[in-house]
């Protein structure tokens, strides 16, 4: 969230970059204050500078069809990312950040237990390992043996119950764990800080819509280390 001078507003931003053995390497940015449908295919083209849609490869009947070089998309839940990533990828993988995922957790704990028990935090515990080292179906699994206190605690539990059964396949941490994949959006949540908010949210800042425009466009520019237009 930036300042401007009609009030707070959301700055989008993504970060593109290679992963080899588990490192991200080579990151570049793109960011601005629009709507997904604006902001996707910017994303899409960076990544397509990026190679993301390189070929890799033939296969199929005569090796007629190409094979694209694998893309991860790695996020929270919000459905306009998965949505854009539908759009504007093929074959991918996509994985639900787990600190994301572990704002549920403790969110349904709290519900179930009380806010700041120890009983919640030895349930939140488990149910984070369970999720961590199973994947979401043992969560689910979990989930399904809990007797809810209080409808409050009920309508909280069949929310986060379905948070994680439409996501179950983004939460096959194991599985990603094994394959060297980032389950975590660190690369991203520090980029908004060290990008966007040191430079965009100093004490008495209020940003014109050009003015914030262009100078999130050069350190997004500057922090990918591309050279800027001419």
Not at 174 to 179: D, I, K, L, V
Not at 188 to 208: C, D, F, T, Y
């Amino acid at each position: 969230m930036v300042p401007y001078r009609s009030g707070w507003h959301e700055v989008k931003l993504g970060v593109i970059g290679g992963q080899v053995e588990g490192d991200l390497r080579a990151l570049s940015y793109v960011g601005g204050r629009e709507p997904p449908e604006q902001f996707g295919p910017r994303l899409l083209a960076e990544a397509a500078r990026r190679g993301a849609l390189e070929i890799v490869g033939w296969e199929g009947p005569g090796q007629s069809l190409a094979t694209l070089r694998r893309v991860v998309v790695l996020a929270d839940g919000a459905v306009w990312i998965w949505n854009l990533a539908a759009d504007h990828f093929g074959e991918r993988i996509e994985i639900v950040d787990f600190s994301h995922a572990s704002e549920h957790v403790w969110s349904l704990a709290h519900a179930l237990f009380g806010e700041g028990t120890a009983m919640a935090a030895r349930w939140a515990d488990f149910a984070l390992i369970a999720l961590r080292y199973e994947g979401a179906a043992s969560l689910l699994a979990l989930l399904a043996e809990i007797t809810p206190p209080h409808p409050l605690a009920a309508a909280v539990l069949a929310r986060e119950r379905q948070y994680f059964r439409s996501h179950q396949a983004r939460m096959d941490y194991p599985t990603f764990h094994t394959q060297r994949l980032p389950l975590g959006s660190g690369a991203v949540e520090s980029a908004g800080k060290h990008l966007v908010q040191l430079r965009m949210k100093r004490a008495g800042a209020r940003w014109s819509d050009e003015g914030a425009k262009g100078v999130l466009a050069v350190r997004c520019r500057l922090a990918s280390d591309r050279p800027l237009a001419a």
